[in-house]
Each structure stands twice: as C-alpha cells, then as structure tokens.
C-alpha cells in the first residue's frame, strides 16, 4: 500500500511505519511544556529521528478533553519556525497537526508534507482546496463533537459501522474535492468522543476500519482510557500500554503508529514483523 505525501511517496506494504509526536504546546496532555522553543522542540524531534520516526507531527494547539482554543496567528508563531528549521536539516517527512487552512498553509510554506487534521478536514471549509492544491498528505481523522466537548457523553448506534461510513463519506466528498485518493489515510480517533468501550472496539476492528486500499493511522499513544484498564494511573504505566497495543495492531496489519516514545514502540513493531516474517505469529 502507497501513501502518496508532498515529499515522497511512503511504502507500507512490509514494514510499518511511526509518526513521532512534537507538541509545541504548553498544555498537551501528555508532554506539555516541554518543547515550546525552537532548540528543545529541534532537539526531541532529532531524537525521534535517530530513534526510528520516518514522519514528525509537530503540533501548536492541543486537543485534549476540555482545551482551550488558539487562534492562528498564535499556532503558526509556535509551529512554523519548528517546521522550517526541521525541514532545512532533514529530509523525512513533516506533518502539521491543525485544523485551521491559515495553520496548514503556513506549515506546507514551511516544508511540510502532511496536514493532519482531527476535524476530518470538516472544521475549515477552505482545507480540502488547500490540500488538493498542495498534493500534500493527509490524515481524516473522526472526532464527535470538538476537543472541549467530545468526552461529555459519546454514544454511537454502533461505533465500529459509524467510524467506517465516516471514513466513506469523506473519502469520496474529499475525491470530489480533488484530493488524490492516494493521499488520504485515514485516523479513527481513539479518545475522540470515545468511551473506554468505544476505543476497545475500534482498536479490535483496526483492520476493517479504513476504506480499501487506504492506510489507517492509530494515534493511542498514553490515552487516557488506559488509566481506566490499568492498576496505575500513571504516564509510565499508558507508554507500556501503548506499546503492547502496537505491537498487536501490527499483528492486525495496521502499519502507521503515531506515537510519543519512538524507541520502545520501533522495537515492538521489529520483534512483531520478525514473528509475522517466521509465520509463527
């Protein structure tokens, strides 16, 4: 399977692939606060690289469960300067994580190469132009409701058919928009408007979410539903979860893993292809 991106095309037809995840934010959930100048965002996005990432996420704006809005001009001022300099010393590809076309277009003139989006391009109707004329990549990503209210109370007639005709209905209104199809991939959003029950059944149907011939990105790195699995509520605890749910969505065939610690999940999708590659798993 091809992922055609505004750089080059990414084959994930053997080997599976992680997005390393650069928030430069002071508010993300996860690692907030910690890469909000130029040197320390460069530097972890370097990490990320030597340890394996072949795509950076780098984002300006968090979407946690009751964030706060920032508007354009602000995210570009925290996102822009990242992606140009990242950009002028490596030649992997970059991602903007908006879902403002100001934000986007403002990370595509800085050398990036994928828009993703949590909106499914549905926030800002300038997007899908904006994409169809950059070429560039895209995530479509499914949400209920927006970041400061989609965990009030998600319900779903079923969450695994309405994720998979979301995904349908965007494909072909952003086809007819003139996004290349061969650009799309598509993100089911766990933790976005999702109860516990909901982000286990998706991730069990993994392999039967995305339409044919399209990549599925998996985005559950240190959710918060795994507290609620889990003995211990810590950060620690949800990245030793994360990496057992990599490795099984490996197994289900999911080759696109956008995570926050890029070493321990590298390692966990080599042993699984290895096992795969032997036809003992």
Same mark, same amino acid.
């Given at each position: 399977?091809?992922? !055609?991106?505004?750089?080059?095309?990414?084959? =994930?037809?053997?080997?599976?692939? #992680? /997005?390393?995840?650069?928030?430069?934010?002071?508010?993300?959930?996860?690692?907030?606060?910690?890469?909000?100048?130029?040197?320390?965002?460069?530097?972890?996005?370097?990490? /990320?690289?030597?340890?394996? @990432?072949?795509?950076?996420?780098?984002? %300006?704006?968090?979407?946690? +469960? %009751?964030?706060?809005?920032?508007?354009?001009?602000?995210?570009?001022?925290?996102?822009? +300067?990242?992606?140009?300099?990242?950009?002028?010393?490596?030649?992997?590809? $970059?991602? $903007?994580?908006?879902?403002?076309?100001?934000?986007?277009?403002? @990370?595509?003139?800085?050398?990036?190469?994928? #828009?993703?989006?949590?909106?499914?391009? =549905?926030?800002?109707?300038?997007? *899908?132009?904006?994409?169809?004329?950059?070429?560039?990549?895209?995530?479509? /990503?499914?949400?209920? %409701?927006? *970041?400061?209210?989609?965990?009030?109370? +998600?319900?779903?007639?079923?969450?695994?058919?309405?994720? !998979?005709?979301?995904?349908?209905?965007?494909?072909?209104?952003?086809?007819?928009?003139?996004?290349?199809?061969?650009?799309?991939?598509?993100? +089911?959003?766990? %933790?976005?408007? !999702?109860?516990?029950?909901?982000?286990?059944?998706?991730?069990?149907?993994? @392999?039967?979410?995305? *339409?044919?011939?399209?990549?599925?990105?998996?985005?559950?790195?240190?959710?918060?539903?795994?507290?609620?699995?889990?003995?211990?509520?810590?950060?620690?605890?949800?990245?030793?979860?994360?990496?057992? $749910?990599? @490795?099984?969505?490996?197994?289900?065939?999911? /080759?696109?893993?956008? &995570?926050?610690? &890029?070493?321990?999940?590298?390692?966990?999708?080599?042993?699984?292809?290895?096992?795969?590659?032997?036809?003992?798993?």
């Amino acid at each position: 399977m091809i992922w !055609k991106t505004r750089r080059h095309d990414l084959d =994930l037809s053997r080997e599976a692939r #992680v /997005m390393g995840i650069l928030n430069v934010t002071p508010d993300s959930f996860s690692d907030g606060g910690q890469c909000t100048d130029l040197e320390s965002a460069l530097l972890h996005a370097r990490r /990320m690289i030597h340890e394996g @990432a072949s795509i950076i996420d780098i984002g %300006g704006e968090s979407t946690r +469960p %009751g964030a706060e809005l920032v508007n354009a001009d602000e995210e570009i001022t925290r996102t822009a +300067p990242v992606i140009a300099a990242l950009r002028k010393e490596w030649d992997g590809l $970059i991602s $903007i994580d908006t879902s403002k076309a100001s934000v986007a277009e403002a @990370a595509l003139a800085a050398g990036a190469d994928i #828009v993703n989006d949590v909106s499914g391009l =549905l926030a800002d109707s300038a997007m *899908p132009a904006l994409c169809a004329e950059a070429r560039c990549g895209v995530v479509v /990503m499914h949400m209920q %409701g927006t *970041p400061r209210t989609m965990q009030g109370a +998600p319900s779903y007639r079923d969450v695994v058919g309405d994720v !998979k005709e979301f995904f349908l209905e965007r494909l072909a209104t952003l086809s007819a928009a003139k996004i290349d199809a061969r650009c799309l991939c598509f993100d +089911p959003g766990i %933790g976005f408007g !999702k109860t516990v029950d909901h982000n286990l059944a998706l991730i069990c149907h993994a @392999a039967t979410l995305a *339409p044919p011939g399209r990549p599925l990105l998996l985005g559950v790195s240190k959710k918060s539903f795994m507290s609620r699995l889990l003995a211990e509520d810590s950060m620690q605890a949800r990245a030793h979860a994360t990496v057992a $749910i990599t @490795a099984l969505a490996r197994r289900y065939g999911i /080759m696109l893993h956008r &995570v926050h610690d &890029v070493a321990p999940n590298i390692a966990a999708l080599e042993i699984t292809e290895a096992l795969l590659a032997s036809g003992k798993a």
